[in-house]
C-alpha cells in the first residue's frame, strides 16, 4: 500500500499507517511483525521511493529523499541497485518525511554492508515471521 488516505471531515491527508493505528488504538508499525523498526538515515542525494522493492517499480511519492533520517518498518531482498562501489540487494520500507509509504534501496541507508541487510530493521526472509505489507 503506497498512498495517503483523505478523511471526509477535514480532507487533510493521513498516512495509511497512522490512520489505522489510531482507529485501532495502537501504535503504528508493521502487520505480522515479529519486531519493530527503527530510524535509519537516508545519506544519498534524490533518492527516490518506489511502491515496492524494484526499480521497475512506480514511484510511491513525487518526493527525492536527501541527507534525511526516516521511520523504517522492515527490509527484503529485491533488485540489485548499484551506485558507485555500493550495491545491494536489499530493500528497505519506510514512511517518508511527508508521510508515505514506499521502499527505497538500502544502498541509500547508512550503516549497512554491501549486500547485506541494514542492521537494526526488521528483515522479511522465506522462514521469518517478518511480513513487510498491511494486508
Known amino acids: 500500500m503506497t498512498s495517503k488516505i483523505t ?3 477535514s480532507g487533510s491527508r493521513l498516512p495509511v499507517r497512522a490512520l489505522l493505528a489510531a482507529l485501532l488504538g495502537v501504535a503504528p508499525g508493521p502487520a505480522r511483525a515479529a519486531a519493530s523498526g527503527g530510524t535509519v538515515h537516508i545519506w544519498g542525494s534524490q533518492v527516490r521511493v518506489r511502491q515496492c522493492a524494484s526499480t521497475t517499480c ?3 511519492s513525487s518526493e527525492r529523499l536527501t541527507n534525511v533520517s526516516v521511520y523504517a518498518y522492515c527490509q527484503r ?3 540489485r541497485v548499484t551506485d558507485g ?3 545491494n540487494h536489499y530493500w528497505v520500507e519506510i514512511v ?3 508521510g508515505w509509504l514506499g ?3 538500502a544502498v541509500y541507508v547508512s550503516g549497512g554492508s554491501n549486500d ?3 542492521p537494526g ?3 522479511e526472509t522465506d522462514s521469518s515471521p517478518v511480513y513487510c505489507e498491511y494486508p
Open 121 to 123: 530493521v526488521p528483515t
Open 103 to 105: 521502499w527505497v534501496s
Open 85 to 87: 562501489p555500493y550495491y
Open 77 to 79: 531482498r529485491g533488485d
Open 7 to 9: 478523511t471526509r471531515s
Open 96 to 98: 517518508t518525511p511527508q
Open 116 to 118: 547485506g541487510p541494514v
Open 58 to 60: 512506480g514511484l510511491a
